[in-house]
C-alpha cells in the first residue's frame, strides 16, 4: 500500500478518492478553500473535503498552493505519490516533486486532446465519437505531462455534460487503481504526448450558454447538452429570460429565432435546420413543456428569440 496525498475538488473526484482510500493509506487531502454557495452565499465545503472528513483524514485548504507556506504545509506529509484530479490550481514544479513517485493526474479526455480546464463540454459541443480517461505524470504544463494509461469510452447522442461527467468520474477512478501498480513496481513506462492532435478546452464563462441563433441546429442542441446542468443554456423573449432545458433537432428550415410550429413540435428556426424546444423556464416561473408554454403564451409562436432587455432612463 502506498502513502499518498490526494488534490481534488468537485464531485468527479469523490469516486477517485473513494478507490484511494479502500486501496492504498490516504495520509492528507489537498482542496480549495471553502467557497460562499446557494441563494443564502454560505460557505460550503467542497464535495472532497466531505469524503476526507467521514473517512478522518486531515485536510489542507490553501488558497494558493504556490505559495511557501502552502509547500511547507505539504512537506509534514511524506508521500510516494501525489493523486490529483480536479484540484482547480496549477501546480508548481516544486510541489510535484515531493513524493517519491513524482504526481499523478486523472485527466478526463484522451491527451491531448482537450487539454484544459473543461474537456467534458468541450468533447460534447466539438461531436466528438469518443471520449475517455487518461493517467499521466504530471509537470508543470497544462496536461502536458507524459501518458502511463488511456482508455476510451464512447459518447452517447443523448450524453449531457452531467452523464458523461458521471461515466467519466468512475473510469477515472477504476483506470487509476489499475495503473498504480506499474507505477510503483516501475513496470510501467511514461508516453510522451504526441504533438499532433493538441486541443485545448478552456474554463466556460456563464455568458456561453447564450444561446446564438444564427448558429446551426446542430451545435446548439450539441452545446445544450454539454452544458447541461451547468451553465445551461439560456435566450430571451419578451424582455425576459428564457432557459431552454431540454431540445432536439428536427426536419425544416425558418429564420433564425423565429419560433414556429411543426406539426405538435414547437421550433426555432436557426443558421442551419431546425431546434424544437422540448421543455423550457421563463424567468421567475417554473419549468414548462414547450407544448404546455404555448398554451400559457400564445404570442410565443411567431415571436423571435434572442433579443436581451433594454435598459430605459
Known amino acids: 500500500m502506498a502513502r499518498i496525498i490526494f488534490m481534488g475538488t468537485p464531485d468527479f473526484a469523490v469516486p477517485v478518492l473513494q478507490r484511494l482510500i479502500a486501496a492504498h493509506t490516504v495520509i492528507a487531502v489537498v482542496t480549495q478553500p471553502d467557497r460562499p454557495a446557494g441563494r443564502g452565499r454560505d460557505l460550503q465545503m467542497s464535495p472532497i473535503k466531505r469524503t476526507a472528513l467521514d473517512a478522518g483524514i486531515p485536510v489542507l485548504q490553501p488558497e ?14 511524506p508521500a510516494d505519490l501525489a493523486i490529483v484530479a480536479a484540484f482547480g490550481q496549477i ?58 494509461r488511456a482508455r476510451a469510452i464512447a459518447i452517447a447522442a443523448d450524453d449531457t455534460g452531467q452523464s458523461l461527467h458521471d461515466k467519466l468520474s468512475i473510469l477515472g477512478a477504476d483506470l487509476l487503481i489499475e495503473t498504480l501498480p506499474g507505477v510503483l513496481d516501475r513496470s510501467i513506462t511514461p508516453t510522451p504526448q504526441p504533438d499532433d492532435g493538441v486541443t485545448f478546452a478552456p474554463r466556460i464563462e456563464k455568458e456561453e450558454g447564450r444561446i446564438d441563433w444564427s448558429a446551426s441546429a446542430v451545435a446548439i442542441e450539441r452545446t445544450m447538452r454539454a452544458f447541461t446542468p451547468w451553465p445551461g443554456t439560456f435566450t430571451h423573449w419578451a424582455g425576459q429570460g428564457l432557459k431552454i432545458l431540454a431540445g432536439a433537432l428536427i426536419e425544416g428550415n425558418a429564420a433564425p429565432g423565429l419560433v414556429v410550429l411543426r406539426g405538435e413540435r414547437v421550433a426555432v428556426g436557426t443558421g442551419d435546420g431546425l431546434f424544437a424546444l422540448d421543455r423550457v423556464q421563463l424567468e421567475g416561473r417554473k419549468p414548462a413543456d414547450a407544448e404546455s408554454f404555448v398554451r400559457g403564451y400564445p404570442s410565443f409562436v411567431g415571436a423571435y428569440l434572442g433579443l436581451a432587455p433594454t435598459s430605459t432612463t
Open 91 to 148: 501546480l508548481p514544479q516544486v510541489v510535484l516533486d515531493l513524493p517519491v513517485y513524482g504526481s499523478i493526474n486523472v485527466h478526463a479526455s484522451l491527451l491531448p486532446r482537450w487539454r484544459g480546464a473543461a474537456p467534458i463540454q468541450a468533447c460534447i459541443r466539438a461531436g466528438d465519437s469518443e471520449t475517455g480517461v487518461t493517467i499521466m505524470m504530471m509537470d508543470a504544463g497544462l496536461d502536458t505531462g507524459a501518458m502511463l
Open 64 to 77: 494558493k498552493i504556490r505559495r511557501a507556506e502552502a509547500i511547507e504545509s505539504l512537506r509534514a506529509y
